[in-house]
């Protein structure tokens, strides 16, 4: 799995600490970015707004995540998808809150909005494996454990590294002001 790059920065939606620790438990077995990037959901991928640029970009995301009213989670599931490695992700219940603030988001600040290959899948990372044997037994795991998750998103966080590579809160934006 790609570790981040220096430059890199990212918004995303943090868990509550007692959910965090809980899908940690797994993170830390499967994820090799566990340590480095904390249990998040990715709203806007890296690179995404770089340090410089943020005194004039943030308050245009404020204004523009005003219009995002706060929403729920429910984590269901799991799912699976390739990429250099075989990544095994929880599934949210519900993905159309996330899915508009990030086409807002390509409306309000689309320079920064990087386009990928593929269409925005909001999921939460929990390990990336090199055989399907490993990930279908890491799975059966997760599934085994999941249990409820459910938690209420009421602002979104701006994440970058810090100089020895581990992301960090840099910003917090609050949803729905003017919800």
Not at 39 to 57: G, N, R, S
Not at 96 to 113: F, I
Request: aromatic share 10%.
């Amino acid at each position: 799995m790609k570790r981040p790059d220096p430059e890199d920065r990212a918004l995303v939606v943090l868990l509550p600490e007692a959910l965090a620790q809980r899908i940690d438990r797994w993170r830390a077995r499967f994820d090799p970015n566990y340590g480095i990037v904390p249990a998040h959901i990715t709203v806007a991928y890296p690179p995404f707004v770089p340090d410089e640029e943020w005194a004039t970009v943030g308050p245009t995301l404020l204004r523009c995540l005003g219009q995002v009213c706060p929403f729920d989670i429910r984590l269901s599931g799991t799912g699976t998808f390739r990429s250099d490695y075989q990544i095994l992700w929880l599934r949210l219940e519900d993905g159309r809150p996330l899915r508009a603030a990030h086409r807002l988001l390509k409306q309000c600040v689309p320079d920064y909005m990087v386009d990928r290959p593929y269409a925005y899948r909001p999921h939460l990372t929990v390990g990336a494996f090199t055989t399907e044997t490993d990930l279908r037994s890491a799975q059966r795991l997760v599934r085994s454990e999941l249990g409820e998750m459910r938690f209420s998103v009421q602002e979104f966080v701006y994440l970058a590294p810090d100089s020895i590579g581990t992301w960090c809160e840099c910003s917090r934006l609050p949803l729905g002001h003017t919800c």
